[in-house]
């Protein structure tokens, strides 16, 4: 699952499931393209060539609000677990699943 936060909010603003090639990037990359970021961070993966250079920060203390992110979806979606008898047979299941942590992400910050 690729994953994109938003620095300051610290909330995932898009995710694409797929493996680690490129075409995967693209497509989160055109479903992000309304938010016009100054700045992409981001690992040595080979992929993350397609941003441009001037744009992108590399290095794990850029990347720390989506290793955040990652933890945080491996903590309350056992699906996400590492060694986990917890599993998706359905891409639609994983896509709801993440929906629905989203929409509990948003609603946590309301204070009633």
Request: proline share 1%.
């Amino acid at each position: 699952m690729w994953t994109a936060v938003e620095r300051k909010s610290k909330k995932l603003v898009g995710f694409e499931l797929g493996t680690r090639e490129t075409k995967y990037l693209r497509r989160l990359l055109s479903n992000i393209s309304h938010i016009n970021a100054n700045k992409y961070a981001s690992d040595h993966w080979k992929a993350y060539s397609l941003i441009d250079p001037k744009k992108r920060l590399i290095g794990k203390s850029h990347t720390y609000n989506v290793e955040r992110m990652n933890r945080l979806l491996r903590h309350y979606l056992a699906r996400f677990n590492r060694k986990t008898f917890c599993y998706s047979k359905s891409l639609n299941m994983i896509f709801d699943s993440v929906l629905l942590f989203l929409y509990r992400d948003s609603i946590s910050s309301i204070h009633f």
